[in-house]
């Protein structure tokens, strides 16, 4: 609960933080500290179980070990991002300091997503996350593409946030409250009013999660934007609109599950199959992961259609394993020039070590045994199959992973068993190559012992 | 008045804003809908909140049930407001770039 006061309050440090500091070098490191603190206070919190500041939001917020361990999850990811990217964040833009106290409103928003228990709460921490994330897309000022990309986030996003308020002010006139505990009374009937609403929330969050049929913005989008901006939203704000989507789906409407989970298991099959077949055909690295962030969707989706005790430790297993990799393979691609396929070609000669982590994220992506991804990818499925009566879902879920590591391959093939085009070799940090293979390590370590996170909750 | 007008009016009004943003193609004109479509949600909100506080003030002459819809709008309208903020100067970057705010030149990341 903490972390939101103190994200808030370090964002405008950060802002401030252009005067105090004349190196880039240093703006980055107070970032990290920041980022540190979070760490601290959200571990503190989970341990002790009580917040340092206790704040009586009349039961709008409420901080579970779920909501916890996911923000610490987050917060590691962002932690991660700001070491290997932080160079990237002072190229894209003309102060880094303002890029930096952007993320830390982010970082707010979604510790208000953490925890949130009444739709205010929800709208609000969305609408934190996304208005900072616009501008991160736009960022980029004189680049086309970026601001291409910005504009259609824009629309697209507050046109969702549309959708969500009209189905939350239905849900309003029907049951007379915004506390999710409201919800549930009644046993679960579904009134046409609920119904209206629980279809218009649905359709929005889709859109933020990009599921089939909603996902049509996200290769633009993700294509368009800076890439270290890409990394951020593929994986972190990815990962808060799905725990938000999966919340709202067990607090508020589970007592509905019957109701729904046929619109949900459609979504998903739709969304496995598209994301995974248009990735097949991308030539572009960049796009080609936005495409497979679509896909990776689809496989979170699965948690969201079974909601049980599996699918809420898959979930955030899935989170870990998905945004480690991807932040990984995304440092690696904005170092790069050229986003092609190629680019890649010849990596492991010239640079073994990047081209080990980042054989170890795609792995980890495609899920294979051995790394995080596997695990997360089991315990989705697990999750389905207890659900039961859904057979045909778990077998296309498993037909599309086979699909996915076509693609995923295709860039260990350039890796590992073409030669480089170019005479010049790309040059790397040392300290960049250590952290990268040290994510590469923690991907490792959670595939050997997912219980790391599974036992915390 | 019965709650079903306001019903069906924030309805229309929100469909109006959903065929403005699906078929317009200037970006001001789209934002102009999506205005629309959230002013709709404050209208059905306060008259819902209307209708909750006048059955619960038939039993007590002193409930706040309802209120929480009203404060509800003001979050709404200062959400709206942060986010004309930054639309419109996406747009302006935009305008400075292509001089036009027609989302048609927008095919650039299409291949």
């Given at each position: 609960m903490n972390a939101i006061i103190i994200s808030a309050v370090w964002g405008v440090l950060m802002m401030y933080s252009g005067f105090l500091f004349k190196s880039n070098r240093n703006i980055n490191l107070l970032s990290i500290l920041g980022v540190l603190i979070l760490i601290g206070v959200t571990f503190h919190e989970f341990a002790s179980g009580m917040p340092l500041l206790l704040i009586d939001t009349k039961g709008m917020l409420f901080h579970s070990n779920f909501g916890l361990v996911f923000l610490l999850i987050i917060l590691v990811s962002t932690l991660i991002y700001f070491i290997l990217s932080g160079k990237d964040i002072q190229l894209a833009g003309k102060s880094s300091s303002d890029l930096y106290a952007l993320i830390f409103f982010i970082l707010s928003g979604i510790a208000v997503v953490a925890g949130f228990r009444s739709l205010l709460m929800l709208?609000?921490?969305?609408?934190?996350?996304?208005?900072?994330?616009?501008?991160?897309?736009?960022?980029?000022?004189?680049?086309?593409?970026?601001?291409?990309?910005?504009?259609?986030?824009?629309?697209?996003?507050?046109?969702?946030?549309?959708?969500?308020?009209?189905?939350?002010?239905l849900i309003y006139g029907d049951v007379g409250?915004?506390?999710?505990?409201?919800?549930?009374t009644g046993f679960g009937v579904l009134t046409p009013l609920k119904a209206a609403g629980l279809l218009?929330?649905?359709?929005?969050?889709?859109?933020?999660?990009?599921?089939?049929?909603?996902?049509?913005?996200?290769?633009?989008?993700y294509d368009g934007s800076p890439s270290v901006f890409t990394s951020f939203m593929a994986t972190i704000v990815k990962s808060v609109a799905f725990f938000a989507f999966l919340t709202l789906f067990d607090f508020g409407f589970g007592k509905m599950h019957d109701q729904w989970k046929t619109i949900v298991a459609i979504i998903t099959a739709f969304t496995l199959i598209i994301g995974n077949i248009t990735a097949v055909f991308q030539q572009s690295v960049k796009r080609m992961l936005a495409y497979s962030s679509i896909a990776q969707a689809g496989f979170m989706m699965l948690a969201i259609f079974a909601i049980n005790t599996?699918?809420?430790?898959?979930?955030?297993?899935?989170?870990?394993?998905?945004s480690f990799a991807t932040l990984g393979i995304f440092a690696v691609l904005t170092k790069m020039k050229d986003h092609s396929i190629d680019a890649f070609n010849g990596l492991a000669k010239s640079q073994p070590i990047i081209a080990l982590s980042v054989l170890i994220s795609l792995l980890s992506l495609a899920g294979i045994p051995l790394t995080a991804g596997f695990f997360a990818k089991y315990y989705m499925l697990l999750a389905v199959i207890r659900e039961g009566n859904m057979m045909w879902l778990v077998i296309l879920a498993v037909l599309c992973a086979a699909v996915s590591v076509y693609y995923y391959f295709r860039v260990i093939q350039a890796m590992y068993f073409?030669?480089?085009a170019s005479e010049t070799a790309l040059e790397f940090d040392p300290n960049f190559k250590w952290v990268m293979l040290m994510n590469a390590i923690l991907?490792?370590?959670?595939?050997?012992?997912?219980d790391l996170i599974l036992n915390l909750i | 008045m019965p709650i079903n007008y306001y019903i069906f009016l924030s309805i229309c009004l929100f469909s109006i804003g959903i065929i403005g943003v699906l078929t317009r193609r200037n970006a001001i004109i789209i934002f102009m809908c999506i205005e629309l479509m959230l002013n709709a949600v404050n209208l059905l909100l306060v008259a819902f909140s209307r209708m909750h506080h006048a059955a619960a003030y038939a039993v007590d002459n002193a409930s706040l049930v309802g209120a929480e819809a009203q404060i509800f709008v003001f979050f709404i309208m200062v959400v709206a407001a942060a986010e004309v903020t930054v639309g419109l100067a996406i747009i302006v970057m935009l305008y400075r770039n292509i001089h036009s705010v027609d989302i048609n030149f927008l095919n650039r990341l299409k291949h």
């Open positions: 709208f609000i921490g969305i609408e934190i996350v996304s208005i900072p994330l616009y501008v991160l897309a736009g960022s980029d000022k004189s680049n086309l593409k970026s601001n291409e990309a910005a504009l259609k986030y824009f629309l697209m996003g507050s046109f969702s946030t549309g959708l969500m308020l009209m189905g939350i002010a409250s915004f506390y999710l505990d409201a919800f549930s218009l929330i649905l359709a929005s969050m889709s859109f933020k999660v990009s599921a089939a049929p909603f996902h049509f913005w996200t290769p633009d989008v599996f699918a809420k430790q898959g979930m955030l297993l899935y989170f870990a394993g998905y073409k030669a480089s991907i490792i370590v959670l595939g050997i012992h997912p | -």
